[in-house]
């Protein structure tokens, strides 16, 4: 019987020939992870910020759209006490509430890995320091936080998305061409317009506000004379008279309301609203959810569209 000691220089080597291989794997592993950097420097309305790379949990207040888009669920959701961003319940109903404020208790709360905010102006009681604190803070300049494609463009690349973002953008391009299409046959050159009703006060939409914007650039419905003589909108959204709107001579009217506002029924009741082109014509259509009508996003747009488009097209 052969010795088991010849057997210790084989054992030895095939030991040593492990021990190598593991030594290799572990430089490759090590090699793969230098090529994904944890973080990135991106230039913002405040300079130069360090962010980690693919942030998992991100505050973005009122710009939830954005992120919803692209697959991202924010680590908590702007609200005004109760109110949310009703469109988006669907995709954010177990994600937990933020004060529209981002106040500091509540922000460390959330464990973000990144804040995101859509101006300087958005940031409340100048506690930037306070913020940054918390984690890596991201501030869009004006004019792109303000416009809803550069947000998105922007978020997907903060959160290695560009790809996604990129897509979101085409296939909503097309979703336009086709709707804008579809409406055009059925109504023509016929005019229309929107109005919000919140408590007892109404807010006439000019061309470039929110569902506004959707309704005369995106979807190319021809605007009533009333509209066209309104100004550019502006930051603050003042109310219309209900007198002043007998002069509205839309041939379609939207009208967004809550559910029960109490406003609607003054309106419906009134002279002015059963003497009006679109009530003569029966061509009023009640929207019971505003939140997507008077806010800028890709998933709010599109539910607008929707919305228009079955309206006058039905």
């Not at 030991?15 to 230098?34: I, T």
């Not at 936080?145 to 290695?160: C, E, N």
Request: aromatic share 8%.
């Amino acid at each position: 019987m052969k010795s088991p000691r010849k057997y210790i220089p084989l054992l030895a080597a095939l030991f040593c020939s492990m021990m190598l291989l593991a030594a290799c794997g572990n430089k490759e592993d090590s090699g793969k992870s230098s090529d994904s950097p944890k973080e990135k420097t991106v230039t913002d309305a405040m300079g130069k910020v360090t962010i980690p790379a693919t942030p998992k949990r991100i505050l973005a207040p009122y710009m939830e759209d954005s992120l919803t888009a692209l697959g991202i669920k924010p680590a908590a959701q702007w609200s005004i006490g109760t109110t949310v961003l009703d469109y988006l319940q669907t995709d954010l109903k177990n994600v937990p509430k933020i004060s529209w404020d981002l106040p500091l208790e509540q922000t460390i709360k959330a464990k973000p890995d990144l804040i995101i905010f859509s101006s300087a102006g958005a940031i409340q009681n100048g506690q930037y320091e306070e913020y940054k604190k918390i984690a890596p803070v991201y501030v869009f300049k004006d004019t792109d936080g303000a416009d809803w494609k550069k947000q998105l463009t922007t978020i997907g690349s903060l959160t290695g998305k560009e790809k996604e973002a990129k897509g979101k953008l085409a296939e909503y391009d097309t979703k336009t061409d086709k709707s804008s299409a579809a409406i055009k046959k059925a109504i023509g050159d016929d005019t229309a317009a929107i109005i919000w009703v919140a408590g007892n006060k109404y807010y006439l939409f000019e061309n470039n506000r929110f569902a506004g914007n959707v309704l005369y650039h995106e979807l190319g419905v021809s605007q009533p004379d009333m509209i066209k003589k309104l100004p550019e909108a502006k930051a603050a959204w003042q109310p219309v008279s209900l007198e002043s709107l007998s002069d509205l001579d839309a041939d379609h009217l939207f009208i967004t309301a809550l559910p029960n506002e109490a406003g609607v029924a003054k309106l419906q009741e009134s002279t002015i609203y059963k003497n009006l082109p679109a009530v003569k014509q029966n061509h009023v259509y009640i929207m019971k959810d505003p939140s997507n009508w008077t806010i800028n996003g890709l998933l709010a747009n599109e539910k607008t569209m929707d919305e228009i488009e079955q309206s006058l097209t039905k």
